[in-house]
């Protein structure tokens, strides 16, 4: 097959490389070769005659897309409906990353594929709206994942949480990490084996959660960082600051999906997917 890739060096875009490379041709765009926001710009996906185009792009600064929301929904929104109607026309497969914050937050139990979405920021309203326009191409996959950390870092927001508390800890810093905010983690290495494995089988179109498996609060995530490494910071948990940010998050937002194990699919255990992450990084020996 051959499959575009916008977004390709991101966090999620540059795993996503790396392993569709492994059996297919494949395309990758960055911000200079495309805008997603701009519906003419979007027409130069036809020159690839694509079979796959995976739209990782997205404005994902959760407390800035308060303050900016038309960028937020240019970008998040209107660029998945560019794709959509362009991938429909051509007849290629649209697979849109989605995240866990369509959900409030509300929930004991982990969001499944089923559960209806009702997201409570601006970030998580341009998501939803750009999985609605997705589904005007009828062959598309909306995966949702959730608190990625990849090897290539979120170009975005500066590295990811991994790295930031590791950095604290060589610093000798007071780590302070929320204990009352809940999700699953994503190594995005397995969440592009797992996208590949989805298109590759030929899954039945529609929503895929792609998470690692399990759950954990940011604190919890944090501990097991150091678990593994054998450090000791001084690590604090503390509630979340209702003022922190102009952005409301959810408290929960923990995904599972009950699609994948139907077809054989099962993301390994999110303490797994750290290891893993920390040994491909050289933390660990």
Request: glycine share 6%; aromatic share 10%.
């Amino acid at each position: 097959m051959k499959i575009v890739v916008i977004g390709s060096t991101g966090q999620l875009g540059t795993d996503l490389m790396k392993v569709f490379a492994q059996e297919h041709e494949v395309v990758g765009l960055t911000h200079s070769d495309i805008e997603v926001a701009d519906y003419t710009g979007c027409l130069s996906l036809k020159d690839y005659n694509p079979d796959v185009i995976i739209n990782t792009a997205a404005f994902h600064k959760t407390d800035q897309c308060e303050q900016e929301p038309l960028k937020t929904f240019r970008v998040n929104t209107l660029g998945a409906r560019n794709v959509a109607l362009i991938s429909q026309e051509i007849g290629a497969v649209d697979v849109y990353i989605s995240t866990d914050y369509v959900f409030d937050g509300s929930s004991c139990e982990p969001y499944t594929e089923q559960d209806v979405p009702s997201p409570i920021n601006t970030y998580g309203i341009s998501k939803l709206a750009a999985e609605q326009f997705t589904r005007l191409n009828p062959k598309h996959y909306i995966i949702r994942i959730a608190s990625v950390f990849g090897v290539a870092g979120a170009s975005g927001k500066g590295g990811n949480f991994v790295e930031t508390i590791i950095a604290k800890a060589k610093n000798s810093e007071t780590i302070c990490v929320v204990d009352d905010m809940w999700m699953s983690p994503t190594y995005t290495k397995d969440a592009a084996s797992t996208l590949n494995a989805i298109i590759c089988s030929k899954l039945p179109y529609g929503v895929y959660h792609a998470t690692n498996k399990g759950y954990c609060s940011w604190y919890e995530f944090a501990k097991q960082i150091f678990q593994i490494l054998k450090l000791a910071p001084e690590l604090k948990p503390v509630k979340t600051d209702p003022n922190y940010g102009p952005a409301t998050r959810p408290p929960f937002s923990a995904l599972t999906s009950i699609k994948l194990s139907k077809h054989g699919l099962e993301p390994r255990n999110w303490k797994d997917a750290l290891h893993a992450y920390l040994t491909e990084k050289g933390y660990t020996q």
